[in-house]
C-alpha cells in the first residue's frame, strides 16, 4: 500500500537559528499540540535533537485513548532538517519530515508526514474519515500557537 501523506508549512518572522532552538527541542512539542491530546514527554529530557535519538511520550491522538509512542530521530541536518520515525505507536509507519529554509519575512517552517495503519481494510475510509481531518486540526492549532508565540 502506498502510504497517505500530510504537508504543510507556515513562514515565521524568525531567524532559521530561532526556528532551530524552538523545533528541535523536543519539549516544545508539547506546547505545539491540543491539550485534549495530553501530550506528555516520557523519556529523560535532552533539549537537543541529534540523529538516533529516542524520545517517547504518552499522547491521545483519537477518542481519548492513550498510547504509548516511541520515535526515533533518524535524520539531522542542523538548523535545516530532521526526521522523526515511530519505532512503535499507533501507525504501521510514521515518517515526519520537518525543514526550515530562510524565505522573505523569516523561516519556512514546512511539514511533511508520510503514514500508514496497522490495517489495510478499510484504510482509506478510516483517513478521510478520522486521520486526516485529526491531522489537520493537529496543525491547524499548531499553526494558531505559532502564530501566538512567535508573530508579536
Not at 69 to 81: G, K, L
Request: zero cysteines.
Amino acid at each position: 500500500m502506498i502510504p497517505f501523506s500530510f504537508e504543510r508549512s507556515q513562514v515565521l518572522p524568525i531567524t532559521l537559528e530561532q526556528a532551530w532552538d524552538f523545533f528541535s527541542n523536543p519539549l516544545n512539542l508539547a506546547k505545539i499540540t491540543p491539550p485534549e491530546m495530553k501530550f506528555r514527554v516520557t523519556s529523560l529530557p535532552v533539549e537537543t535533537t541529534y540523529a538516533g535519538q529516542i524520545i517517547t511520550y504518552t499522547v491521545r491522538p483519537l477518542m481519548g485513548v492513550t498510547v504509548n509512542w516511541t520515535t526515533e530521530i533518524t535524520h539531522v541536518d542542523a538548523p535545516r532538517f530532521f526526521v522523526d520515525e515511530q519505532r512503535f505507536g499507533p501507525y504501521r509507519f510514521w515518517h515526519h519530515q520537518h525543514r526550515f529554509r530562510e524565505v522573505a519575512g523569516g523561516v519556512e517552517v514546512g511539514d511533511q508526514v508520510h503514514y500508514l495503519f496497522h490495517q489495510d481494510y478499510f484504510a482509506r475510509l478510516i483517513n478521510r474519515v478520522l486521520v486526516a481531518p485529526r491531522l489537520k486540526k493537529i496543525f491547524d492549532y499548531r499553526s494558531n500557537v505559532l502564530k501566538e508565540l512567535f508573530e508579536k
